[in-house]
C-alpha cells in the first residue's frame, strides 16, 4: 500500500530569493510502518494543489514511478 503526502519546504532562488513551496512524499507500509521511497521537490507554492494530488495519488494507489509523469500532466 502507498500514501501520498504533502511536504512544505522552505527554498531560495537566485532568481526568486527565498520561498515557500510544496513536493510530495511517496512512502510505502512496511510491516506497520510508513517509509519514504521517493520525494519530488517544488511541485508549486499551492498547497492546496498539491494536497489534492497527494489525495489523488493516494486513491488511486499510484506506483511512485509514475509519480513525475501525474506531476507534470496535473501542472499542464
Known amino acids: 500500500m502507498f500514501r501520498y503526502i504533502p511536504v512544505s519546504e522552505?527554498?531560495?532562488s537566485p532568481l526568486l530569493?527565498?520561498?515557500?513551496?510544496?513536493?510530495?512524499a511517496a512512502q510505502k507500509e512496511v510491516a506497520g510502518h510508513w517509509q519514504t521511497c521517493c520525494q519530488v521537490?517544488?511541485?508549486?507554492?499551492?498547497?492546496i494543489f498539491v494536497e489534492n494530488?497527494?489525495?489523488?495519488?493516494?486513491?488511486g494507489q499510484l506506483e511512485p514511478v509514475?509519480?513525475?509523469?501525474?506531476i507534470e500532466d496535473a501542472l499542464i
Open 10 to 12: 522552505e527554498l531560495s
Open 41 to 47: 521537490s517544488d511541485i508549486s507554492t499551492d498547497p
Open 17 to 24: 530569493g527565498q520561498y515557500h513551496s510544496f513536493g510530495i
Open 53 to 59: 494530488l497527494a489525495a489523488r495519488c493516494t486513491a
Open 66 to 70: 509514475h509519480l513525475l509523469d501525474v
